[in-house]
């Protein structure tokens, strides 16, 4: 019987703890562990948690780190799972994910399920879905979102087996925004069998209060200039590396758009120089 490793991080996380945790105590697959980070957490975070103790799924841990890679690497060195899923403190998921995702094929490095983001009034905001598909490997399925421009990269629509996890020795990355993107794209690459399930199973809550979730304009200076070390890393490691010619084409188109949406939340003189970079992205990877 498959295990789930859950792993859950919290900064000043006390007004969403109990809807997220409960989605998990609700699962109908009884095989999962709960590992909770409390990251330099100020509210009664602490109090809540200590509340759960008496739920045997649950292990706590309380770090001081402030950036949300060390502390999602810190979650993954704490796993006794056969497979991994993220959930930010400030979302939930559906009651029978895990049941969903435990009868998928067991040779999957990855299985996609499907999220919608939701607002204060719980509208649907945006939704993160995808075809159903079954045993592509991670080339075919960044190409599948390349050609249609999807968003994939929220490490929380995934499970990864741990096995192929570790194989790798994947971490996100210290001290970089969009840490997401960077990661669940180089493991996608890596991957021999991934599979999409249709079920929604995630919500993702709109919130601009936590460290994963601040978006003031320093932040977003930073996101945009993350995203271009990104992209250039993915290219030289990746890219470079396809011999379809179609699927590498599909691929450059994808992460210049997304470098040229950056553009979007600057403003002078950082959009100026921004789209300097661009250009010369654009001429380089021709």
């Known amino acids: 019987m498959k295990k789930f490793s859950i792993i859950v991080p919290s900064h000043n996380g006390q007004k969403y703890i109990s809807r997220c945790l409960n989605s998990i105590k609700q699962q109908t697959y009884s095989n999962y562990e709960i590992i909770f980070i409390n990251d330099s ?25 402030e950036d949300i890679s060390k502390v999602r690497n810190y979650g993954l060195s704490k796993v006794n799972g056969d497979a991994i899923i993220f959930v930010d403190v400030d979302d939930w998921i559906e009651k029978s994910l895990l049941e969903k995702l435990s009868i998928v094929d067991n040779e999957n490095d990855i299985v996609r399920y499907q999220g919608i983001m939701v607002d204060n009034d719980n509208n649907i905001y945006e939704e993160y879905i995808t075809d159903e598909f079954y045993n592509f490997n991670g080339i075919e399925t960044l190409n599948k979102f390349a050609r249609g421009f999807e968003i ?23 001290g970089m925004l969009q840490e997401d993107f960077a990661l669940t794209s180089l493991i996608l690459s890596k991957a021999k069998c991934v599979s999409s399930i249709p079920y929604i199973g995630y919500y993702y809550y709109k919130s601009q209060n936590s460290i994963m979730r601040n978006n003031n304009y320093d932040n977003q200076i930073k996101k945009a200039y993350d995203v271009l070390v990104h992209c250039d890393k993915f290219y030289e490691d990746i890219i470079l590396g396809v011999q379809d010619e179609t699927i590498k084409n599909n691929l450059i188109k994808y992460y210049l758009t997304i470098i040229r949406h950056k553009l979007n939340v600057l403003n002078s003189p950082e959009k100026e120089s921004y789209e300097k970079q661009l250009i010369l992205r654009e001429e380089r990877w021709k």
């Open 152 to 174: 994939y990269s929220p490490s929380w629509l995934y499970a990864y087996d741990f096995r192929f996890w570790e194989k790798n020795n994947f971490k996100f990355p210290v």
């Open 41 to 65: 957490s100020t509210d009664y975070t602490s109090d809540i948690i200590r509340s759960n103790f008496n739920f045997p799924n649950i292990k706590y841990y309380e770090v001081s780190f």
